[in-house]
């Protein structure tokens, strides 16, 4: 089967990341000592929030027919296969606390967020390829310039730590 989202899905989809992106970062705060990566966490996680609200204006401000469904879905079963996709492959809501158990230092933790936001970039990209007109897979681009960024950020990090 396969589903062509919409830019307003599409959003919805980086909504949900971001989300529990932030959730992540300030959970992990409460496991690292290290305060050059807890400041960078605590940064990461205020990322998060302000990418939300951004993800969540745009979304906002598209035409209407940016929000228009692909496929009919009289349940709206479409949204919630979006938020199911966002929790199982990017950081997972509700796994959160069982992932943190594997956080056992400073570079586990390290590792751990870069393993997410390569994931991050990954599910973006996917979802480019199944992603209606330019629109949509601008919005991708964007996503995934942002995740990028923050893979930079953690790898410099880690690096500085010693991997």
């Given at each position: ?73 009289p349940e709206n079963e479409t949204d919630m296969y979006i938020k199911a996709m966002a929790d199982q492959h990017v950081f997972a809501g509700d796994d959160i606390a069982e992932e943190l158990n594997r956080v056992k230092d400073v570079k586990s933790a390290l590792k ?52």
């Amino acid at each position: 089967m396969s589903y062509n989202f919409n830019a307003a899905e599409v959003f919805n989809v980086a909504i949900q990341i971001e989300e529990n992106g932030r959730k992540f970062y300030e959970q992990s705060l409460k496991v690292i000592g290290d305060a050059g990566v807890k400041k960078l966490f605590e940064d990461l996680a205020v990322q998060e929030v302000e990418h939300r609200k951004r993800f969540e204006s745009m979304k906002a401000g598209l035409p209407a027919g940016a929000a228009a469904s692909t496929v009919w879905d009289p349940e709206n079963e479409t949204d919630m296969y979006i938020k199911a996709m966002a929790d199982q492959h990017v950081f997972a809501g509700d796994d959160i606390a069982e992932e943190l158990n594997r956080v056992k230092d400073v570079k586990s933790a390290l590792k751990l967020a870069v393993s997410f936001e390569k994931d991050s970039i990954i599910f973006f990209l996917s979802l480019q390829d199944v992603t209606e007109g330019k629109t949509g897979q601008d919005t991708i681009k964007a996503l995934v310039k942002e995740e990028q960024e923050h893979l930079r950020r953690l790898s410099l990090e880690l690096a500085r730590i010693g991997r």
